[in-house]
C-alpha cells in the first residue's frame, strides 16, 4: 500500500541555517505530494503541494520538488527563523483517497 | 481559503461518557470529510472517511461502534466518542475536501484541516 517515510528528528538548528528534511514515498499510480506544519497545539496547516512529477512547489521560502525517479519530495529552506519551529509532515494522497502521513519531524530553531 | 472549524478545541470529561466533536466547512462544500486520530508526537492515523449522505468507511482497526461518524450535510460532519475510556484520550483532528470544478479533478481537491479536539478522559 501507499506510505510515506521522512526523516526521524529532532532537527535543531541555528538561525539562518539551511534545512532540509527528507521524505521519500511507496505509492501506486500517479499520487499528489504535499507537506504540512503543525505548530504547537495547533491543527494542520498546508505548507505546498506537488501533483506531477518533476513539480516544484514552494510557499513561505519552503520549497520541495517532486522527484518521480527517486520517490522522494525532500523540503528545503535556504534560511530558518524561529518562527519555523514546528513540526513538518509530509503526505501523500492518491486519486480520491485520503492523506497518507509520514510520522512527522519536529524542528527547533534557536536564536 | 476553506476554512473548516473544529469543536471543541479541547474536552476533559469523566470514563463512560460519550463525547460529540463537530467538523464543519465554513465556506464550501464538502462532499468528503476525513477523521484523524494523533498520539503525543506520532504521526495523524486516519481513522474513516465519510461521504456525505452515506455511510463512513473505517480503517482497520477502528471500532464503528466506539466512534460513530455522521456526515449528514455537505457542511456538517461528527465524531461521537462513545462510553469513552481514558485510552480513548487523544488529539483527533478532521479534514474536509470539496468538489472539484470543471476541469479539476476530484482526486487533486486539497483536504482542508480543523484546529484538532484535544479529548482527555479521566
Known amino acids: 500500500g501507499n506510505s510515506v517515510t521522512q526523516m526521524e528528528g529532532p532537527v535543531t538548528l541555528s538561525e539562518e541555517a539551511f534545512l532540509t528534511i527528507n521524505c521519500t514515498y511507496t505509492a501506486t499510480g500517479y499520487p499528489s505530494l504535499f507537506w504540512y506544519v503543525q505548530y504547537p497545539g495547533e491543527g494542520l496547516q498546508l505548507l505546498l503541494k506537488a501533483t506531477k512529477a518533476d513539480d516544484k512547489g514552494s510557499n513561505k521560502g519552503f520549497e520541495a520538488t517532486y522527484r518521480k525517479e527517486t520517490t522522494s519530495f525532500h523540503l528545503e529552506k535556504g534560511s530558518v527563523q524561529v518562527s519555523d519551529s514546528a513540526v513538518y509532515f509530509c503526505a501523500l494522497s492518491g486519486a480520491g483517497t485520503a492523506l497518507i502521513f509520514g510520522k512527522g519531524t519536529t524542528l527547533s530553531v534557536s536564536s | 481559503g476553506a476554512v473548516v472549524s473544529q469543536h471543541p478545541s479541547w474536552v476533559i470529561c469523566k470514563s463512560g461518557t460519550s463525547v460529540k466533536i463537530e467538523c464543519r466547512s465554513l465556506?464550501?462544500?464538502?462532499?468528503?470529510m476525513f477523521w484523524y486520530r494523533q498520539f503525543p508526537k506520532q504521526s495523524l492515523m486516519l481513522m474513516a472517511t465519510s461521504n456525505e449522505g452515506s455511510k463512513a468507511t473505517y480503517e482497520q482497526g477502528v471500532e464503528k461502534d466506539k466512534f460513530l461518524i455522521n456526515h449528514a450535510s455537505l457542511t456538517l460532519s461528527t465524531l461521537t466518542v462513545t462510553s469513552a475510556h481514558p485510552e480513548d484520550s487523544s488529539f483527533y483532528i478532521c479534514s474536509a475536501r470539496g468538489r472539484g470544478q470543471g476541469l479539476t479533478t476530484y482526486s487533486n481537491q486539497p483536504q482542508h484541516f480543523g484546529d484538532g479536539t484535544r479529548l482527555s478522559i479521566l
Open positions: 465556506d464550501f462544500q464538502a462532499t468528503t
